[in-house]
């Protein structure tokens, strides 16, 4: 084994503990981030917090919280002080339609649903593979519609609803269920609104209770289209979306940095060393 001097281990050790110091601050200022954004959505899709309706420039408002810091009295308020009209409880198959168009273009981007990365290319997240060799019979899927797989995963109890964002198309099994919005809502709200697992309660009524086949929750597609949610109006909706979005941003520059420092670190690592 080879060693250089005691100076030089010192250095080495300083260096590389600056650099692990700094992982863990870019990684507990990822959690704070995201404890502070469930604390947020926890309020706005209870209705314990609403925005005013003259706030125009909550992505500002929200990527400027660099310290987690709460809400202020200028961009969200109490319900009673809104001027947004009540939510409204909708069937899913009122602001949704099924989708099951067949893939006759034979397109080959096979999709599984991740709980990290949304509907995401099997070759992407498998490194191969695992769908039937014939595709026409999958589902075709366009950017922006929405699946849920009724498979139980880490976080979604339930089964996860993941929406189209990659990709302008892509082909899933028919054993997910699929569905396009209308005009009526925004789909950024709707994504975040899935992530919430507000569903769930409505998906666990109309299950057949510790019926699963397959590892598959036992879910009829008329079930689940029936499902009741409770939806703001489409203002604020767009509200709501733009606000959650801009701190998804701020996790993801986070996450950014993290492998970054990772990899120089790596390099650094095999500089020094090797």
């Known amino acids: 084994m080879f060693f250089p001097s005691t100076k030089e281990q010192q250095k080495i ?14 990684t507990t200022k990822k959690e704070r981030l995201a404890q502070y954004k469930k604390g ?3 309020q706005l899709f209870s209705q314990q917090l609403r925005f005013k309706p ?8 929200a990527s400027n919280h660099e310290n987690v810091i709460a809400r202020t009295q200028d961009d969200a308020i109490s319900p009673n002080e809104t001027q947004f009209p009540d939510w409204e409880k909708l069937q899913l ?7 099951k168009t067949k893939n006759k273009i034979d397109n080959q981007n096979v999709l599984t649903i991740s709980a990290q990365l949304g509907l995401v290319s099997q070759l992407e997240y498998f490194n191969k593979s695992v769908s039937a060799k014939n595709l026409t019979g999958y589902y075709l899927l366009e950017k922006g519609d929405f699946a849920y797989n009724k498979s139980y995963s880490n976080g979604y109890p339930m089964g996860a609803i993941k929406r189209l964002k990659k990709y302008d198309f892509g082909v899933v099994s028919t054993l997910y269920i699929c569905f396009r919005f209308n005009n009526n809502v925004s789909l950024d709200f709707m994504e975040q609104y899935f992530e919430t697992g507000l569903q769930n309660r409505e998906i666990e009524k109309v299950a057949q209770e510790g019926a699963r086949n397959h590892g598959l929750l036992n879910i009829g597609v008329n079930d689940f289209f029936d499902i009741d949610l409770k939806i703001p109006s489409l ?3 767009q509200k709501i979306a733009n606000y ?11 996450q950014t940095q993290i492998t970054k420092t990772q990899a120089f670190k790596k390099g650094l690592l095999q500089g020094v060393f090797v």
Not at 13 to 26: E, G, H, I, R
Not at 54 to 61: L, S, Y
Not at 93 to 99: C, D, G, L, T
Request: glycine share 0%; aromatic share 2%; hydrophobic share 45%.
């Open 13 to 26: 050790a300083n260096f590389l503990t600056a650099v692990d110091t700094k992982l863990q601050q870019l």
């Open 40 to 42: 947020v959505m926890q």
């Open 54 to 61: 003259d706030v125009t420039n909550t992505n500002v408002i």
């Open 93 to 99: 198959s009122n602001i949704a339609e099924r989708v």
């Open 235 to 237: 203002k604020e909706q």
């Open 244 to 254: 959650l979005s801009a701190i998804d941003k701020k996790i993801e520059a986070v």
